[in-house]
């Protein structure tokens, strides 16, 4: 059964930082791309950051310059460094994998089961 599996979050202050993690169990093969969502009450999950296998990565406007995705293949791992963190970026942080391959089985796209994280004094 393959799986990613967060760790990571939290509360930290305005200005603060946090890093999340992800990890995809099972026996992988190949991940195309991974990437983390955020969602907050009443409003559609949005992407935050996004790597691929080749570490071409991509962004949110809102996010750029202050967060940092890494990706670590061998570990078929993500993280997600978080800094000069704003209030608005509360929300529940998902991970995704896209194109993920685990012996004969393909998976389109796989979600963690999400993440909290909260920006407050």
């Known amino acids: 059964q393959v799986q990613l599996v967060e760790s990571g979050g939290g509360l930290a202050q305005p200005g603060g930082s946090l890093r999340i993690s992800c990890v995809a169990s099972?026996?992988?093969?190949?991940?195309?791309?991974m990437g983390w969502y955020r969602q907050t009450p009443g409003k559609q999950r949005e992407l935050v950051a996004a790597i691929t296998s080749g570490g071409s990565t991509k962004y949110a406007d809102s996010v750029k310059g202050r967060f940092t995705i890494f990706r670590d293949n061998t570990q078929n791992a993500t993280d997600l460094q978080m800094n000069s963190l704003k209030s608005e970026d509360t929300a529940v942080y998902y991970c995704?994998?896209?194109?993920?391959?685990?012996?004969?089985?393909?998976?389109?796209?796989?979600w963690g089961q999400g993440t909290q994280v909260t920006v407050s004094p």
């Open positions: 995704n994998a896209r194109a993920l391959y685990s012996g004969r089985t393909y998976y389109p796209e796989i």
């Open positions: 099972g026996s992988i093969l190949n991940v195309a791309a």
